[in-house]
């Protein structure tokens, strides 16, 4: 490294790392939910053209609630990191409850899709049942479409078509409309996600 400046090697002094572990309510809980979900989608990548990690996903579905949105239910940032474990992985729903507890376990089964069903059924029952979800797990919907449509709209997966990509996006407003009314910011996030999703499919 020839660009480092003098100083640069100075050790943190005591006063700036004690002000960094006592600013923060770091959650220990949140850090086992990420250690959890990283491990289980270890070997899934996303279908894009830079095969991004797939724990990319969970983590800026987290990051929607916490950081932009200012959610701060621990139990709905825990089950936002494992959201997609038992859909995606072997992950059961009593391994999720033996180590994160009853209510985390609820609110991943309201948004895990039963793989069982085609494509199409499971699709359609989303916007069926997104009304009658807790408020917990819509929150944990609001954030997971956003990402989604933003990933869309960035890096779509390989050999999408325009009119796939329409769909895709469509298909997320129509759960997200049934479920309007629960969190004003996080709507307006889906919203803003929404509208690069749609631009994306005019270019
Ligand atoms: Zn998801």
């Known amino acids: 490294m020839t660009s480092e400046t003098p100083g640069s090697l100075k050790p943190m002094n005591s006063s700036s790392s004690s002000k960094l572990s006592s600013s923060q309510a770091v959650s220990e809980n949140f850090l086992k939910a990420l250690d959890f979900a990283a491990r289980k989608h270890r070997d899934q990548r996303r279908k894009d053209p830079e095969q991004t990690p797939y724990i990319n996903h969970p983590i800026a579905v987290a990051h929607i609630l916490w950081i932009e949105a200012g959610v701060s239910d621990e139990a709905v940032l825990m089950a936002a990191l494992l959201h997609d474990t038992v ?63 933003r990933n869309v709209a960035v890096s779509p997966p390989d ?45």
């Open 87 to 149: 859909e995606d992985t072997e992950t059961t729903f009593e391994e999720i409850e033996q180590q994160f507890g009853q209510s985390v376990k609820e609110i991943v089964a309201e948004v895990t899709d039963d793989k069982s069903l085609p494509k199409a059924v499971r699709k359609q029952q989303q916007i069926d049942h997104a009304a009658s979800l807790s408020d917990r797990a819509k929150l944990i919907k609001l954030a997971d479409k956003t990402a989604n449509l």
């Open 159 to 203: 050999g999408w078509s325009v009119t796939r990509i329409d769909d895709y996006v469509e298909w997320g407003k129509a759960v997200i409309d049934q479920i309007r009314g629960t969190h004003a910011k996080l709507e307006s996030l889906f919203d803003q996600a929404y509208a690069q999703g749609k631009q994306a499919t005019k270019t």
